[in-house]
């Protein structure tokens, strides 16, 4: 594709915005008119697009082509570890005031 160089007078912060629509238009065909689109204040063909996109999606959804979950899935429990069940540990022995037994002096 041929280019020109154009030169065109904005204020200093809109230079960097006039280059990347520039980049823009050099790297994207479909870009232009996009942009003739907006100028023109047309935005009914962008729209447009939106729309029809939307409406497959719908159809999609619709036909049963795609499933989309009622309400989120909930997080499945991991299994338990295979790890081998101790029996419980003994009770410590009480501590408190012995008795002493007459048998035992």
């Known amino acids: 594709m041929d280019t020109v160089q ?15 629509v520039a980049q823009k238009l050099r790297s994207d065909p479909d870009f232009r008119t996009r942009l003739v ?34 309400a989120p899935a909930r997080p499945t429990a991991a299994p338990a570890p295979a790890v081998p069940k101790m029996p419980p540990g003994k009770a410590p022995p009480s501590i408190g005031p012995r008795r002493i037994s007459p048998q035992n002096p």
């Open 37 to 70: 689109a907006l100028l023109e204040e047309q935005p009914g063909v962008l729209i447009e697009e939106r729309i029809k996109t939307l409406e497959q999606q719908v159809g999609w959804l619709l036909s049963g082509a795609i499933v989309v979950p009622r």
């Open 6 to 20: 154009t030169n065109v007078r904005v204020a200093e912060g809109d230079r960097p915005l006039i280059v990347q």
